[in-house]
């Protein structure tokens, strides 16, 4: 199996100053994990976004704004998104990646695509930059997508709840939007009744999981809530918000999953997923030994071939109990059995 790595050397010039978590040393971890995980590794380097392509998720307002921002020396957005004048190219590159990568998906050129970019992307809003993010990576390229007439589903495993994402797509049907995450967390969205409205109804899941939570109720909600849901919208491109700070060793979180949780999970998502429509992209994850494991894993899963190990961690009964409403409702709504 063959998988386009997406990666480029201005990344590692998005200066976002000394201690800052969402730092250049990820993406080595994470190109580590790519290139040691068996498959064919093929290289490409990303083009930068037009603005016509960020326009269809972004404010043409708010795109000048981070392009003078940046330009004129950066500093910090919010409290916790920092930029340098490096900052513009490297997410321009970020949210040109994944267009870039479906492009050459179609064409044949492997089997899937990982996205090695920042900075991150599902915590951007139309026009507001937050949470490490200024374009919402994942959410140009499936609003592009769209655009062309394709069914979208964004996987979203990141312990964050993408609230960008989620917030674009909330009266779209033809994206559809599902999130497994720590609640409550920041940035505080994402509970059970955010499931989205008008064309969008139904085409929200949130699964909001307590702190602790391990994976073996992450496998029991993609058996039982992920996997039927993606079954019955059965779309043409499966893209996934892939963070790794869900992982028991990073540092800004709280949930119990272990790399080989994040094999079965790319598993799962495989075996549904259409050939050759699968693209990854880079979110959180702060512990490099953890990027790299689990993003090896990632791949392995989607592979088919052998990933470590490690038995998932047991969940409290609150996080079972989440799982039990999640799938009845997701049950109701899709009308499946």
């Known amino acids: 199996m063959r998988v386009l790595l997406y990666h480029h050397d201005v990344f590692a010039h998005h200066d976002t100053g000394p201690w800052h978590p969402e730092r250049p040393e990820r993406l080595p971890a994470l190109i580590a994990g790519v290139e040691g995980s068996g498959l064919e590794v093929i290289r490409r380097e990303p083009p930068l976004a037009t603005f016509d392509q960020l326009s269809v998720i972004h404010s043409l307002d708010y795109i000048r704004k981070v392009e003078a921002f940046c330009l004129t020396g950066g500093g910090a957005l919010d409290a916790d998104t920092v930029v340098s004048e490096d900052s513009w190219e490297a997410a321009l590159r970020s949210a040109g990646a994944g267009p870039a990568a479906t492009r050459a998906l179609r064409d044949g050129d492997a089997e899937c695509a990982f996205l090695a970019v920042r900075p991150p992307g599902h915590h951007a809003r139309t026009a507001q930059a937050m949470g490490f993010c200024l374009f919402n990576n994942i959410a140009v390229t499936a609003a592009v997508l769209a655009a062309e007439g394709e069914r979208v589903a964004i996987v979203d495993w990141d312990v964050h709840h993408g609230n960008g994402t989620q ?57 039982q809530v992920i996997v039927p849901v993606l079954r019955e919208f059965d779309p043409h491109w499966v893209l996934v918000s892939s963070g790794f700070d869900a992982h028991r060793d990073d540092p800004l979180a709280d949930q119990m999953l272990v790399s080989a949780d994040y094999g079965r999970m790319a598993a799962a998502v495989a075996s549904v997923a259409p050939a050759s429509r699968t693209v990854f992209f880079l979110e959180g994850g702060y512990d490099l030994a953890a990027i790299e494991a689990s993003s090896a894993a990632a791949l392995q899963g989607t592979a088919g071939l052998p990933y470590t190990d490690e038995e998932p961690l047991r969940s409290p009964v609150r996080s079972h109990q989440i799982l039990r409403l999640m799938a009845a409702k997701v049950a109701r709504d899709w009308g499946l059995s």
Not at 168 to 197: A, C, K, N
């Open 167 to 223: 917030e674009t797509f909330y009266e779209s049907g033809d994206v559809i939007y599902l999130s497994l995450h720590e609640f409550p967390f920041y940035p505080g969205t994402g509970w059970l009744d955010e499931d989205g409205d008008q064309d969008g109804a139904g085409h929200i899941v949130n699964l909001p999981f307590p702190p602790q939570t391990g994976g073996d109720v992450y496998a029991d909600a993609f058996e």
